[in-house]
């Protein structure tokens, strides 16, 4: 209960305190590119269903019929805009509105694609238990995930077999281990790296 009052106190004065800054970047990408402000994406959520997650649109219009993982900070999908928005986690502010939904905390697991969830082994589904997260254990852990792909001969392979066993022991040490506290120390934590990054 204390986790969700946070999660809703929170994001509403996130929404209200950054909606100017919402509208400064929204039309600031579109400005560098063709395409939505916002990029919609449905993820596998809370109880394994399906939501739809909200994020400031990063990348080319359809890239993601290119490939749905991303490979390196610098792949050319990316807007000029968009290397920004990624480096300072500003593209993914829109989720507050998932906080506000109920669709997502502010930590927990990330989000995964359905397509990814597919291979989890039945007994790591125990990680849908729990609303997903902006950021998270597995989040800080894996944060140069994109670098990690990118070096990668075979970038899927390498994100089915290596990447998602690792999160999944990550989650469910979080879910173990979580608190009120500990959620405050992530979040800390995520702050500390994003600005010193």
């Known amino acids: 209960m204390i986790k969700r009052i946070f999660d809703i106190v929170f994001s509403c004065l996130g929404l209200i305190l950054l909606a100017p800054v919402f509208v400064v970047l929204a039309i600031i990408i579109k400005l ?6 916002l990029f919609i994406q449905a993820r596998v959520g ?16 359809e890239s ?4 749905l993982l991303t490979l390196g900070n610098k792949d050319s999908r990316i807007t000029k805009v968009g290397y920004f928005l990624r480096r300072y986690k500003i ?34 589904l125990s990680v849908l238990s729990v609303r997903p997260g902006i950021t998270g254990l597995a989040s800080i852990e894996f944060r140069n995930e994109v670098e990690l792909l990118k070096a990668a001969k075979d970038p899927e392979t390498y994100f089915i077999e290596s990447i998602i066993p690792e999160k999944l022991k990550l989650n469910k040490l979080y879910i173990e281990k979580r608190s009120f506290w500990l959620d405050l120390k992530l979040i800390i934590i995520t702050i500390y790296r994003v600005l010193t990054k």
Not at 32 to 37: F, L, M, N, R
Request: glycine content about 6%.
């Open 64 to 67: 993601d019929k290119k490939g």
């Open 91 to 124: 593209d993914e502010f829109p989720q507050l509105l998932n906080i506000v939904i109920g669709d997502m905390s502010f930590v927990g697991p990330r989000p995964e694609l359905r397509k990814y969830v597919n291979y989890y082994p039945q007994e790591d």
């Open 46 to 61: 809370f109880n394994n269903q399906d939501f739809n997650i909200f994020k400031f649109r990063t990348m080319q219009m």
């Open 32 to 37: 560098d590119s063709k395409g939505p402000i």
